[in-house]
């Protein structure tokens, strides 16, 4: 019998602790594809944040280095400076990057700094319970934000990825999802090609993955998913947002 | 061995960092420190494999280390007071996660911004962990430009022999004295033993993890006396502190960095006028010469700690002492400079209230 479907070989043989329906699991999977497919895992090391995927380092079998909170791009900096020959890539939810870790990820990229970054946007604090994030749409309803996002109480979503498309520094930066067979391969597709652009030393990479949080959205998986394609992309878009490596097969 | 050098102690810790096989180095803009940033750009820049940034943030700075450590890379950062508290978090997490680094504190006058002027400020802070959870980092107080050359040799090789941060604490005073120095000869960083922990990508080998995360209490609580011990050993190993003209003398001044090296003058003026004073001088604030200064109270009965702040290192010396002496306390806070002759009036006054001319 032909196997067509097996754990990637740099995902540990570990149950994920992640919630029915979250995308963080199928994003694991994407990046650990990614690498066995550029065949890079033993220059390898990843960043892990704080947040849901604080244990990813009992996922991945690769050398990772816990980074504190919010702390990841300044981590994976000066991993990637001792070792410019080897690929760094960091792994951080919303609240990690874009509340607490803003300065050290726009300076990262503003920098160019050669590293590649996987940004899990499910627009709230997951692993705290479902609190506001600074990517927390407008009326979305969250365990700090009673009646919903309110732009005069609370600010508005914050559009980190197109602030880091700005900086000189920053190569390639695309937002995805993995909401749908379809999403999912062109998030593989995105991973790939920012870790290609590492590869090629052309510079900084990040790829924003809006993923399902079905606990704290208080919704159905499957309802989750929907909730991405029907509310969260108009604040959200899928697109490429910046591009400036073009095809680097 | 170096020829003779005249020059500025930050830049003494610098050039001495770099001999000592420090390969990164991150900071940010802070007086009165930054000789010691600039001096770091421009030998990294001369060097092949010697890595500088200046961050966007004392916190950046302190977390950048924290990579390029994991990666084995001897690293450095620098840094004064205000600047220190935000590194307090890296700080904790390379404790934590059993990483070495080297951490320059030029203590200025404080709290708050406070200003630029030499204190000693910090004492607390350096010595009790300064940031979260139950960790010491190892302390070291140099008092002159040899010693800063010769104690940032040794804080890199305690960094590494005992995987901990390690923090060298001066004041803009140490850091902008000009003295002549004596350098090391300089380390090749290939020469370093090899790290059999670090993280450089998993080839021909399981992969590793680098982290502080120990949800399992039992696994957390076996962590913290792990640590704990490591401090018990680096207690034994490195606690090392210089006496002074205290063989027959029946008061012992206590300081250490600036504030030693303003009471030794002090103490040569009050020995001319006949009185039997000495001075302790801790190199390492923590581990603290407890057991010296125990060894000592056998036989002196007054302690006066001199410290440019309102008193830190007392509570260490009280500590020590277990009550067999009376302590006495001449502080200094804000950034002010004490002259030697102002120290010699106190101690000579102390000494003539506790009739110790009678002994």
Redesign the interface.
């Known amino acids: 019998m032909k196997q067509i479907f097996q754990r990637p070989k740099y995902l540990k043989d570990a149950v994920f602790h992640y919630c029915p329906g979250c995308g963080h699991s199928i994003i694991h999977r994407l990046v650990a594809e990614v690498i066995e497919e550029l065949d890079i895992a033993e220059k390898t090391i990843g960043v892990p944040p704080a947040g849901c995927a604080v244990l990813a380092y009992d996922y991945f079998d690769l050398d990772m280095c816990e980074a504190p909170h919010g702390r990841g791009a300044a981590v994976a900096t000066g991993v990637k400076r001792a070792l410019p020959d080897r690929i760094v890539f960091s792994y951080q939810g919303d609240g990690d990057i874009a509340a607490i870790g803003t300065a050290e990820t726009i300076h990262a990229a503003n920098r160019g700094e050669n590293i590649t970054i996987i940004f899990v946007n499910n627009s709230c604090y997951g692993m705290t319970g479902g609190q506001m994030a600074p990517t927390t749409i407008l009326g979305q309803n969250s365990s700090t934000t009673p009646g919903g996002r309110d732009s005069l109480r609370d600010g508005t979503p914050i559009d980190l990825s197109e602030m880091l498309a700005i900086t000189k520094g920053s190569v390639y930066i695309e937002r995805t999802s993995v909401n749908s067979p379809k999403n999912i391969r062109k998030t593989k597709k995105a991973i790939k090609k920012a870790f290609k652009i590492q590869m090629a030393g052309l510079g900084f990479s990040l790829i924003e993955v809006l993923s399902p949080c079905p606990t704290n959205w208080k919704l159905s998986p499957v309802d989750a998913c929907k909730w991405i394609d029907e509310t969260i992309v108009k604040t959200y878009p899928m697109k490429v947002i910046k591009d400036e490596a073009g095809n680097i097969d | 061995m170096s020829e003779k050098q005249l020059m500025r102690g930050s830049q003494v810790i610098a050039e001495a960092a770099i001999r000592a096989g420090c ?2 180095y ?1 900071g940010y803009p802070i007086t009165p420190q930054n000789e010691m940033t600039e001096y770091m750009a421009n030998a990294m820049a001369e060097l092949s494999d010697g ?1 500088f ?1 200046q ?3 004392e ?3 302190i ?11 001897r ?1 450095m950062t620098s840094s004064s007071s205000p600047g220190l508290s935000l590194k307090q ?2 700080i904790s ?1 390379l404790a934590a ?1 059993e990483l070495p680094a080297v951490i320059v504190n030029t203590m200025r006058g404080g709290p708050g911004l406070g200003n630029i002027a030499p204190s000693q400020g910090d004492y607390f802070q350096a010595t009790r962990g300064g940031g979260h959870g139950d960790y010491r980092s190892i302390v070291l107080a140099p008092a002159s430009g040899q010693e800063q050359a010769d104690l940032t040799r040794k804080a890199f090789e305690y960094a590494d022999k005992y995987r901990t941060p390690v923090l060298i604490l001066v004041d803009g005073m140490m850091g902008q004295m000009m003295e002549p120095v004596i350098f090391p000869d300089p380390i090749d960083a290939l020469d370093l033993p090899p790290k059999p922990w670090i ?6 080998r399981p ?7 120990i949800l399992n209490t039992r696994e957390m609580e076996d962590h913290n006396w792990k640590l704990a011990r490591k401090y018990e050993n680096i207690a034994r190993e490195i606690t090392t502190a210089e006496s002074y003209l205290t063989e027959d003398a029946n008061m012992v001044v206590i300081a250490y960095g600036t504030a030693a090296r303003i009471a030794k003058g002090a103490i040569k003026r009050v020995r001319e006028m006949g009185l039997k004073v000495g001075l302790f001088r801790p190199i390492t604030l923590y581990p603290f010469p407890s057991k010296e200064l125990l060894e000592m109270s056998r036989v002196v009965k007054h302690f006066l700690v001199f410290e440019m702040n309102t008193g830190q290192m007392i509570e260490d010396v009280r500590l020590s002492l277990e009550g067999r002496s009376t302590i006495h306390f001449y502080g200094r806070p804000g950034g002010i400079i004490s002259t030697p002759d102002e120290i010699s009036k106190e101690i000579s006054s102390i000494y003539y209230r506790q009739h110790l001319e009678e002994e």
């Open positions: 390969r990164f991150a890595t940034i961050a966007e943030s916190i950046a700075a977390n950048m280390v924290l990579g390029a450590s994991t990666a084995g890379v690293s978090e890296g997490f996660s993280l450089d990508g998993a080839k021909g992969s590793r993890i680098i982290k502080s995360l």
